[in-house]
């Protein structure tokens, strides 16, 4: 099966995402998309950027986040539910679709929960590929739920990290991310408090979900030349470092409009200086300069990520079975016949 033909939208399911990565391999995967979002940030200045469209509600938050580059549009559909989980749900879950400029019709369907955490754990490393200290090989993650697992692993395909010092306020949630990353080549302890895990380590990553303005890491917890990859507070309302930290922290961000509303600079000033990652990447700002600095990804999840993720997934496509073809685009005789295209179902169901 190819994606030659035009009349069939391709549709990637959740098993042919599992299939897909695991044909892959986990650490491929994540460096290969990594390849693809430093290529879509590195060209920042020419997509159609916004702040996603958020629709709130008491227990969670229902987004749409959408961007284009002038050839493919992509958006993704999104929520975040903290309280999902205790109901033997998950806290994220998600689809995307890429679609032709030129024509507007959709070019691919795909699951993306799995691959939100794929895109977000290989964004983090990205980020902290120019703003960790050099020679990081310790990270502590606090919040060892869907998304811990996804972080480590991009962490030491592209950082070459392999010391874990993990912390959960559930800990059987610490035990299952231990568990699932046994014989990868980490070396993993499981801590007591946040402040255990902090201990020693070079980069800590941040990954709870609560819907509150939360304190996972106070400031004597974070000392001189840390990287920080706070990835938890993605919402308004929702954070996770005492303001004490950004302030003493060289905060890069993804988009400012957005994250100013969603990340954990709303508890700052509105006009704060921040840094932006394209910038970064593109050397237009310096990354870490000083070994003592204390850097900040304040990670949201931006649209263009997303993007390059469907952007990454379609092309592997081309050479893989690993999709549906889903009868997604009306195709009648003469395009203006529509409702010809109908009778003719009609006619053909009555004999
Ligand atoms: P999850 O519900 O699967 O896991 C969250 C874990 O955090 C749970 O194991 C929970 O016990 C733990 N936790 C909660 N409060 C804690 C605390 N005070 N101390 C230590 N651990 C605590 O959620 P997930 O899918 O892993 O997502 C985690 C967070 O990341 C969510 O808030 C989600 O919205 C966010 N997220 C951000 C991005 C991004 O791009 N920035 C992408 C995906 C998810």
């Not at 408090?193 to 902090?198: F, L, M, P």
Request: aromatic share 8%.
């Amino acid at each position: 099966m190819t994606i030659a033909n035009l009349n069939i939208v391709p549709f990637v399911s959740v098993e042919n995402m599992m299939k897909l990565v695991l044909d892959i391999g986990v650490d491929r995967f994540l460096t290969d998309l990594a390849v693809y979002i430093e290529e879509d940030f590195r060209r920042w200045e020419l997509f159609d950027k916004t702040p996603r469209v958020a629709s709130h509600s008491h227990d969670g938050v229902i987004e749409l986040m959408p961007t284009s580059d002038g050839q493919l549009y992509g958006f993704k559909y999104v929520n975040g539910h903290p309280k999902n989980m205790r109901e033997g749900r998950q806290t994220v879950t998600a689809f995307g679709v890429l679609a032709d400029v030129g024509s507007g019709y959709p070019m691919l369907l795909t699951e993306m929960t799995i691959l939100t955490a794929l895109r977000t754990a290989a964004t983090s490393a990205v980020a902290a590929k120019y703003l960790a200290p050099k020679g990081s090989d310790t990270m502590a993650i606090i919040g060892n739920g869907a998304q811990s697992e996804f972080q480590a692993i991009a962490f030491k395909a592209l950082l070459g990290v392999n010391k874990l010092r993990l912390y959960d306020i559930n800990i059987s949630a610490s035990r299952k991310c231990a568990s699932n990353l046994k014989g990868l080549g980490f070396d993993i302890a499981i801590c007591t408090s946040g402040q255990e895990a902090v201990e020693g380590a070079h980069i800590i990553t941040t990954v709870t979900a609560d819907k509150q303005y939360a304190t996972i890491l106070t400031d004597n917890m974070v000392g001189t030349g840390v990287h920080i990859n706070a990835v938890g507070g993605d919402c308004p309302g929702k954070t996770e470092l005492h303001r004490d930290i950004l302030l003493r922290s060289k905060i890069v961000v993804e988009y400012p409009p957005q994250t100013r509303i969603e990340g954990e600079i709303q508890q700052l000033a509105a006009d704060y200086p921040v840094v932006e990652l394209w910038q970064v990447m593109t050397g237009k700002v310096a990354g870490r300069h000083d070994p003592s600095e204390i850097t900040l990804f304040d990670s949201v999840g931006f649209a263009i990520e997303d993007f390059s993720a469907l952007r990454y997934v379609r092309d592997q496509l081309l050479h893989t079975k690993r999709f549906d073809e889903l009868d997604l685009l009306a195709d009648p005789d003469e395009p203006r016949d529509l409702f010809g295209m109908l009778l003719r179902q009609a006619a053909k169901d009555a004999a």
